[in-house]
């Protein structure tokens, strides 16, 4: 191991908001004084401590963030998207990222030291980036090495895990994608070699099964039955030596909390409900799920598909819920209804609302700098060898 091992513990439940692991995407506290969510203040005390930072703040609000925080976003995007937008604000002293602690933990790779990157809430977290532990990802590398496939294998991690994943997988020549570059992120990996060996005769996919069978199966013509799963809570993942040797695709046994509930059932429920429907969702829904749809993309192809759709066109979209309210108000000529009624907000996200935001600027605007995320320096320069690969992919 060449950089510091992050602390690792047990996947224990922790409740959003208690207890602390900083080193982890899970629940960690959130100090300070929060303005009451009933203050009829709190968009006006946004304004002004929005206004009194100016160009020493920059504000990324994610797609999936609440109306009351994304209308004081100074761009918004996915997480690919955002990541570069806080890359080119060099003269930002201060990044206030909307977001999910993965993303804000990118934002402070790609940043320069000079810069402070602030999460309004520590316990923003994401369920999936949790669902890959370093331990564990350490230990399935030495599971992949006894099958004698470590050699031969690219970790390819989703934009969306821990930094401390992102270092492993720089470590390992791997790179970081996102659902916008998956296709190609895995293109690049089977045709990579690996530290002057034989290359990327197979992938370690972290941490979503699902957009890494999905970008297999439909996207390269890789048969599901050349995709594998290990799952970290089984011995050895669950999986035979020779299960190893034989697949091209190792998945992680990990998905999103929210897309991860969208079934083929919608699917069909959806087309009987509104005749001529098109279904849109996103890769990170199960496989099934996309076989279903008209449709599959990331947040960035769901909007613009949204935006050029023509009037009197109905859609059904598998996604999170704040961006399937805000497409359809933003559509009004257009039916756009969100796939399945009873799939909630991503919880994690949602935490980021108006007190926390006012909070953040507030404490900004009088150079107290609070929640602020920092990733290790020598974890730092291994997940941006990651990033910078996936910023490089042709
Ligand atoms: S929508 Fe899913 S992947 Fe995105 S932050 Fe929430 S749990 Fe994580």
Same mark, same amino acid.
């Given at each position: 191991m060449t950089f510091t091992e992050p602390v690792s513990t047990p996947l224990a439940l922790l409740l959003l908001g208690r207890g602390s692991e900083p080193a982890s995407e899970r629940g960690v506290d959130c100090p300070g004084e929060l303005p009451p969510a009933s203050d009829p203040t709190l968009v006006a005390r946004a304004r002004t401590a929005r206004e009194a930072l100016g160009d020493r703040a920059f504000v990324l609000g994610h797609h999936y963030q609440r109306d009351? %925080?994304?209308? =004081?976003?100074?761009?918004?995007?996915?997480? =690919?998207?955002?990541? &570069?937008?806080?890359?080119? &604000?060099?003269?930002?002293?201060?990044? %206030?990222?909307?977001?999910?602690h993965f993303m804000a933990e990118s934002a402070d790779v790609l940043t320069s030291s000079a810069q402070q990157v602030v999460l309004p809430d520590l316990a923003a977290g994401c369920s999936m980036a949790d669902m890959a532990d370093y331990q564990q990802v350490v230990e399935a590398w030495d599971v992949l090495a006894d099958a004698g496939v470590a050699d031969v294998t690219v970790p390819v991690t989703y934009m969306n895990s821990s930094a401390a994943i992102k270092a492993f997988t720089g470590e390992h020549g791997g790179t970081v994608c996102t659902s916008s570059n998956a296709e190609r992120a895995l293109r690049w990996a089977f045709d990579s070699v690996v530290d002057g060996g034989a290359g990327g005769q197979k992938v370690l996919f972290m941490p979503d099964q699902h957009l890494g069978r999905n970008t297999a199966v439909l996207q390269l013509g890789i048969g599901l039955d050349e995709c594998v799963v290990f799952n970290p809570h089984k011995p050895g993942g669950g999986l035979t030596p020779q299960q190893l040797r034989d697949a091209k695709m190792i998945l992680w046994r990990g998905h999103c909390s929210v897309h991860g509930r969208f079934t083929a059932e919608n699917v069909a429920d959806a087309r009987r409900r509104i005749p001529g429907v098109n279904v849109l969702v996103h890769p990170e829904c199960q496989h099934d799920v996309v076989l279903g749809a008209d449709l599959v993309g990331s947040t960035e192809y769901i909007i613009k598909t949204l935006d050029a759709a023509p009037p009197g066109s109905s859609w059904a979209v598998g996604t999170e819920l704040n961006l399937v309210r805000r497409l359809a108000d933003r559509h009004p000529d257009k039916q756009v209804t969100f796939l399945e009624k009873t799939v909630c907000y991503c919880s994690t996200m949602n935490r980021i609302d108006l007190p926390h935001l006012v909070h953040s600027l507030e404490s900004l605007a009088r150079g107290e700098v609070v929640n602020q995320i920092t990733v290790e320096p020598r974890m730092a320069a291994n997940a941006r060898l990651a990033l910078d690969r996936m910023l490089a992919l042709p």
């Open positions: 009351e %925080v994304i209308q =004081f976003a100074d761009v918004t995007g996915d997480s =690919f998207k955002l990541a &570069r937008d806080a890359a080119a &604000r060099p003269n930002a002293e201060y990044i %206030v990222f909307c977001g999910v």
